[in-house]
T-cell receptor, first 113, second 114 residues
């Protein structure tokens, strides 16, 4: 389909390992967002890309989190030295421009053992 | 400090009746509001939005009302159908805020009873 695609859909890993989550936005969408949803919580905004640049990285929970976007398309969210509190569903969204509705992927469910 | 609040974790409505989901916000800089619907194991799906220059927006069975003075918005679904059973998230945006994403409430689980 033509929606936002995220991979993997599920990831289980041991504490201390690094993980990389991938997001493939809707074609032509220049704005890309990462959110996470912890159990029983709403969605927490992490970072936004306009094209390849992220003007503000202050939403990332710690310096173990990083994100990049190349070619104005695919984005990866990397979590280094994972901790149990990183367990959550990580959602990616894209939109045609920052003030238009965002369209979400189905997320990556990350479980840290 | 929660800037978008959905005070009802769940709501049960009979099929065919009106469902009213409520949302309050505290940040007066928010000027664009959205409602999303989420099924288990899926990402949120955009339903309807409203700009702060309006007080009502309608799309089929869905209507969103905005009361800026009360910093309150609501989503009306009429008539409610079994497929409407899902978690509904209210979200808000400061469109002049630059690099901010949406601020979400914690959601309301709507259950449509047959």
């Amino acid at each position: 389909g033509a929606g936002v695609s995220q991979s993997p859909s599920n990831k289980v890993t041991e504490k201390g390992k690094d993980v990389e989550l991938r997001c493939d936005p809707i074609s032509g969408h220049t704005a890309l967002y990462w959110y996470r949803q912890s159990l029983g919580q709403g969605l927490e905004f992490l970072i936004y890309f306009q094209g390849n640049s992220a003007p503000d990285k202050s939403g990332l929970p710690s310096d173990r989190f990083s994100a990049e976007r190349t070619g104005g398309s695919v984005s990866t969210l990397t979590i280094q030295r994972t901790q149990q509190e990183d367990s959550a569903v990580y959602l990616c969204a894209s939109s045609t421009s920052p003030n238009q509705p965002q369209h979400f992927g189905d997320g990556t469910r990350l479980s840290i053992l | 400090d929660q800037q978008v609040k959905q005070n009802s974790p769940s709501l049960s409505v009979q099929e065919g009746r009106i469902s009213i989901l409520n949302c309050d916000y505290t940040n007066s800089m928010f000027d664009y509001f959205l409602w999303y619907k989420k099924y288990p194991a899926e990402g949120p799906t955009f339903l309807i939005s409203i700009s702060s220059i309006k007080d009502k927006n309608e799309d089929g069975r869905f209507t969103v009302f905005l009361n800026k003075s009360a910093k309150h918005l609501s989503l009306h679904i009429v008539p409610s159908q079994p497929g409407d059973s899902a978690v509904y998230f209210c979200a808000a945006l400061n469109s002049g805020g630059g690099a901010d994403g949406l601020t979400f409430g914690k959601g309301t689980h709507l259950i449509i009873q047959p």
